[in-house]
């Protein structure tokens, strides 16, 4: 089994990237692949053409109000076997499950221990796993992601985005996350690189896999909610997938 965590700030296109990513690999390499969205704002499902049945954060919201009344006799960690499995969604190309967020008051600690173990455990099952994180890296720096083989870090072409990115990519050595390769994607390029910003990447000591020109098809589909599988084998951003996902070769 091999992970790739794709990272960065609110508005880069992480998702859309994740989505073209899960493609290529559906298409390339495997369809045993397993997405995790792990953006509170869950959208991976609509970008990928599946309607979503429940997210991990509203079972353990469901976990917390049933505590004392877990049906069949179930054990806390039966439940929450049950509920994710019942929450996956399976599709001809790939599974998704996704983490949302808790609404409720409380502490979550022993229910996310589990499901550490629980995604664990499903992981296991599949060639890939592909998360699309939040921006804060609030999943990562939990540690209810393991092993990372690797770490793509989505920016915009600006001198402050590569800041930022850099932010994320230090939270994680601090954490000591086990994380395999670490990459930049620069994403909705319009024209050259700047000067600055070449320099901020070096500055933080990125390699930069990618450089994903802006493309006009994808950012109409997305607004349409049209799902990443109709996007034309022309399309310059699937293209620069394309090929940043064949030197990458996972």
């Known amino acids: 089994m091999k992970t790739i965590a794709i990272a960065g700030k609110g508005g880069t296109g992480k998702s859309t990237t994740a989505a073209l990513i899960i493609r290529w690999l559906s298409e390339r390499k495997s369809r045993s692949i397993l997405a995790v969205d792990a953006d509170s704002n869950v959208n991976l499902n609509d970008l990928l053409g599946v309607r979503l049945k429940e ?3 509203a ?17 806390k960690q039966q439940f929450l076997e049950y509920k994710i499995q019942t929450s996956l969604v399976e599709g001809p190309h790939f599974d998704l499950i996704a983490m949302g967020r808790p609404e409720g008051p409380g502490c979550y600690c022993y229910a996310n221990n589990l499901l550490q173990d629980i995604l664990g455990t499903l992981a296991g099952n599949y060639d890939y796993v592909v998360i699309d994180n939040e921006a804060g890296m609030e999943h990562l720096s939990r540690r209810t992601s393991q092993a990372i083989d690797y770490l793509l870090i989505v920016s915009d072409a600006t001198a402050r985005g590569i800041a930022t990115a850099g932010k994320i990519s230090r939270l994680l ?11 930049l994607i620069l994403n909705r390029v319009a024209g050259p690189v700047s000067n600055t910003v070449e320099a901020a990447i070096h500055e933080e000591e990125f390699s930069l ?19 990443i599988w109709s996007v034309a084998a022309s399309s310059p951003a699937r293209l ?11």
């Open 209 to 227: 896999l990618a450089t994903i020109p802006e493309d006009d098809t994808l950012l109409k589909m997305d607004r349409e909610g049209i799902p």
């Open 59 to 75: 079972i353990r919201e469901e976990m917390r109000n049933r505590i004392a009344d877990l049906p069949g006799g179930m054990t």
């Open 173 to 183: 050595r601090e954490l000591e996350t086990r994380v395999g390769q670490r990459y």
């Open 240 to 250: 620069a997938v394309d090929r940043m996902m064949d030197s990458l070769d996972p």
């Open 55 to 57: 997210t991990v954060g």
